[in-house]
């Protein structure tokens, strides 16, 4: 899409791959905003999301048989010549 997204919520078959999640997420990044936030459901059995270098965790939470993770556009560092 032509858009950019600054809150993104995945919840995915609990069945999903790994492989799968993290590829997902990898094509998702080009269409966040600079701030924006990612939020990942599971299931509490679930490792954590491999994270693009884009995004950083933020948080996790866990209820019953669920667990969210949240991530946050990583701020673009400025390179400066010497």
Do not use: C, I
């Amino acid at each position: 899409p032509n858009r950019r997204f600054d809150l993104v919520f995945l919840d995915p078959p609990y069945a999903l791959g790994e492989e799968d999640l993290a590829r997902a997420l990898q094509l998702l990044t080009p269409h966040l905003e600079h701030d924006a936030m990612v939020v990942v459901e599971r299931s509490l059995r679930s490792p954590e999301p491999t994270w693009p270098a884009q995004l950083e965790r933020e948080d996790e939470r866990s209820w019953g048989d669920t667990r969210a993770w949240s991530a946050v556009v990583r701020p673009a560092t400025t390179k400066v010549e010497a």
